[in-house]
């Protein structure tokens, strides 16, 4: 038999054998068979070389066709073989309605914090992160906390058990210090994170909750300045009619140091005229003295609050704890 007439018998034996097998397994040893190194039609090929000058061009074109269609009835075959095994075993009545898969959703406290995040963002503030496990340098020494302000006892902050003294962070402040620490003025960011206090659970605290604080340093930044962004944040967040005022207070990393109330249609309907939201103020010099900015060239405002406190206002929620119990029935209205 002439190298020509070999070709189809071979090829249509190929493809029967391919329609044949019964499964993946099966099918792969039949493409080894043939297609393989060792494979009948792979040697077939090799024979190429063996042929006159004149006989060549005419094998090429049949054995490069039967290749392509043994390679298109190996293909064919795959998928059938692919969906038979991906088929249930037993009987399935298809007619069946299908179930749909719950779709999970944002927990409420990150809803809000990606409210604020937008709106900070809006103003040319960027996010800034930092170690929930700190040291006392950055959490209280360097924001001018003395060693015997009672926020350092052990009754408010959790201290571990380690050789250095490390704690977990009362603030998201010492995200401020570190970011000040690694790049020079102008500083525009906010630091939302997870913060720690001994503080017993009740209905307006836990001793975990999600805190957001802001650092603004610039060339105559002033008051004026703090104002202006604390009235747009939480007109963005709590709706347009929202008025701001301060009251002095006293914070030892600002000063003038400011508590932040509130007011509008919601807050009137709980009975009151204003509410407490946040405390605020102008970094105080010995801050910047300690990152080594000098404090005759910078100015900046610094501010923090609550995010536990926005969702609760938001969604008049009457207790913290709810947002940790992991309740579905709770979790599912927002």
């Known amino acids: 038999m002439s190298f020509l007439d070999q070709i189809e018998p071979l090829k249509q034996a190929a493809i029967a054998d391919l329609h044949a097998a019964t499964d993946l397994g099966a099918l792969e040893q039949t493409k080894g068979s043939y297609l393989g190194a060792q494979g009948k039609f792979t040697g077939l090929m090799k024979q190429l070389g063996t042929l006159s000058k004149e006989e060549k061009p005419a094998a090429g074109k049949l054995i490069n066709q039967a290749k392509a269609e043994l390679e298109a009835a190996l293909v064919a075959r795959r998928a059938e073989l692919e969906l038979k095994a991906a088929l249930p075993k037993e009987p399935t009545d298809f007619t069946l309605p299908g179930r749909r898969r719950?779709?999970?959703?944002?927990?409420?406290?990150?809803?809000?914090?990606?409210?604020?995040?937008?709106?900070?963002?809006?103003?040319?503030?960027?996010?800034?992160?930092?170690?929930?496990?700190?040291?006392?340098?950055?959490?209280?020494?360097?924001?001018?906390?003395?060693?015997?302000?009672?926020?350092?006892?052990?009754?408010?902050?959790?201290?571990?058990?380690?050789?250095?003294?490390?704690?977990?962070?009362?603030?998201?402040?010492?995200?401020?210090?570190?970011v000040m620490e690694k790049q020079p003025p102008p500083v525009r960011i906010i630091a939302p994170g997870r913060v720690y206090r001994r503080d017993n659970a009740d209905a307006t605290h836990n001793p975990t909750f999600q805190q957001i604080e802001g650092l603004y340093v610039d060339k105559r930044v002033t008051i004026g300045d703090l104002k202006g962004t604390v009235e747009f944040v939480f007109q963005e967040l709590l709706?347009?009619?929202?008025?701001?005022?301060?009251?002095?207070?006293?914070?030892?990393?600002?000063?003038?140091?400011?508590?932040?109330?509130?007011?509008?249609?919601?807050?009137?309907?709980?009975?009151?005229?204003?509410?407490?939201?946040?405390?605020?103020?102008?970094?105080?010099?010995?801050?910047?003295?300690?990152?080594?900015?000098?404090?005759?060239?910078?100015?900046g405002w610094a501010f923090g609050f609550g995010i536990e406190r926005i969702a609760m206002l938001r969604y008049e929620i009457n207790d913290i704890r709810l947002f940790y119990e992991n309740d579905v029935r709770f979790l599912k209205q927002f």
């Open 102 to 178: 719950t779709l999970g959703k944002l927990h409420p406290l990150t809803q809000v914090t990606e409210d604020i995040v937008r709106a900070f963002r809006k103003i040319g503030f960027a996010v800034a992160d930092g170690p929930e496990i700190e040291d006392e340098y950055h959490c209280f020494d360097a924001l001018n906390t003395p060693a015997d302000h009672p926020a350092r006892d052990s009754q408010d902050t959790f201290y571990l058990a380690t050789p250095n003294r490390q704690l977990l962070r009362t603030h998201t402040s010492s995200v401020q210090i570190r």
């Open 239 to 299: 709706g347009n009619d929202v008025r701001v005022r301060f009251r002095p207070h006293y914070f030892s990393y600002t000063e003038p140091s400011f508590e932040i109330d509130f007011s509008s249609a919601m807050v009137r309907k709980m009975g009151k005229e204003w509410l407490e939201i946040a405390g605020c103020g102008m970094v105080h010099p010995k801050v910047f003295e300690t990152v080594g900015y000098d404090p005759e060239i910078w100015t």
